[in-house]
Structures are given as structure tokens and as C-alpha cells.
């Protein structure tokens, strides 16, 4: 896990995504995903306060249309 991580960051490392997106990319997207279709999914994991504390502040996804998450790629 840490390697396909730290490949993804990359992104971030050539200016490709800011820190933020990354965040969204890693995080807040795949929390948005499964806690829509099982809100339990993160229970009992490592992870489970600070998804908690993401949905507490009712943040999901920034990502708003195909174009935001395709932005900044060449074509």
C-alpha cells in the first residue's frame, strides 16, 4: 500500500495536483464512495475517527464533473 501511495503522490510532486486534490483522490472520495452504499464500512478500522470526523463536517466529495478530475492532464 505505502509504494501505490507514494507513486500517487507524484501527482502532487510535479505540480500535477495540490495538496488538497490528493486528499480528495486518497481520502474523501473513496470515504464518499463507501460510507454512500454502507455508512458502517469504516467501522473497527484504523481510519475510523478520521472518517468520522470527516462526515461530521460534512464534507464529501469537491469533485463536481468529469473536467474537475481531469484537469491539469495533457490530452
Not at 19 to 24: G, I, L, P
Not at 63 to 75: K, L, R, W
Amino acid at each position: 500500500m505505502t509504494a501505490v501511495v507514494e507513486e500517487a503522490h507524484e501527482l502532487v510532486d510535479k505540480g500535477v495536483l495540490g495538496a488538497e486534490d490528493f486528499r480528495d483522490f486518497v481520502f474523501t472520495n473513496p470515504v464518499t464512495l463507501w460510507t454512500a452504499m454502507n455508512p458502517d464500512f469504516f467501522k473497527g478500522t484504523v481510519v475510523e475517527g478520521a472518517v468520522e470526523k470527516l462526515l461530521e463536517q460534512g464534507n464529501g466529495s469537491r469533485v463536481s464533473s468529469p473536467q474537475t478530475i481531469t484537469a491539469g492532464f495533457a490530452t
